[in-house]
C-alpha cells in the first residue's frame, strides 16, 4: 500500500484515525515529501455513513436557569448537552409522575413519563453526560423521599402486633362461641395493615414482578427505569416471562394493569401503570433493533443523538446542590388526595 502502510492501515485507521494521519506525513517526509500527505487529509465522514444528522437541542426550551445547568454540567463532563438533557428530562417526568397529568381535552389525558435514549460511539460521553444526575442529584432526591419511612415502618410493626393480639383474641372467641352454640364473631380486619415499602424512585431490576410490586406499593408516582444499555433491555423483555414485553408496552399510557402469581393467591394490582426510562444505546445496535418489525415500543423512546465533540478537560463544578433544590420541589408534588389518590390534570393552552 502506499507510503508503505501495509496491512495496518485499515487496524490503525479504526482504533487511532489522528495516530493514522501523523504517521501518513512521517512516511511522506521519508519518502522526501513535505508535511501534508500526497493525496490531502483524511475523510474521517466514512465512520458515520448511513447516519442521519442530528437535530440541534433547542437548549432555550428549558428556561434560562435550567439551560445554564445543562451547559455547566456539560462542559464539566467535556459531552454533548444532549448526553446531559436526557437523563434530565426521564428524571423530571418521573418526579412529577402521576401527580400531575397534562389533559387536551376532557376524554384526553396522557402522563408525564417520558422514555429518552441517548445514542453515540463508545467514547462520545453518554456515561459522563449522566454522571451528576445519577450520582449526587438523585442519590438526595431518593434519601429525601424516604426520610420518614423509619417511623412509618415502626408504627406499622406497632400496628401489626396490636392486629396479632387482636387476632388472638378472635380465636378464643370464636372456641367460646363454638362451647355455647354461639354464632362465631366475625374476624378483626387486616385490610389496611399491607406492610410499607420503602419509597422508590430509580430501578435498575427490571424483572416485571419485581416493578409491579413497587409500581404498587413503593413508588406511586411511577418509576425510573435505568439501563445502560437499552438494547439489551429491549431484547431480553421475554427472557423471564413471555409477558414481558406486552407488560412495558403497556408500562407508558398509565393504566390500571393486574399482573397475576402463580404462587401468590393474591394478584399484584397497579391503579396506573407508567414508567420513565433512560438508557443509552451505540448507533450500530440501535439499527439492528430498528430494523425488527415494530410493534409501537421503539416509537415511545424520545432519540437524542448528537454529533461528537473534540475531547476536553472539564473545568466547570456541576452545581449538584442548585439541581437538588429544583428537582426537589417536583418531588413534593402529589396526587389528589380523594378516597382514591388520583392525578390532577392539567388542561392544555389552546395554541
Known sequence: MANGLGGDFLSTFERDPAKLAEEI????????GGDEPPWGDPDFGVLRLHRRPPPELPIAAFGKDWGRWIASAAEAAACPVDYVAAPLLASASVLIGHARWAQATPGWAEP???WVGAAGDSGDGKSPGADCLQRDVLPEIERRMAADFPDRLREWRAAAEFAKAADERWKKEVRVAQKRGAPAPRPPDYSDLPEPQSPRLRQHDITLEKVATLLATAAPKGLLI???ELSGWIAGMNAYNEAGRAF???AYGGRPYRVERQKHPEPIVIPRLAV???GSVQPDRLASILREADDGLLSRILWLWPDPIDFRLGRETPGAAWAISALDRLRELDLRADTTPRPIMIP????
Open 248 to 250: 412495558w408496552l403497556e
Open 276 to 278: 420513565g426510562v433512560y
Open 348 to 351: 392544555l393552552c389552546e395554541t
Open 226 to 228: 435505568i439501563r445502560d
Open 112 to 114: 408525564p413519563h417520558l
Open 25 to 32: 506525513v512521517r512516511k511522506n517526509k521519508l519518502n522526501g
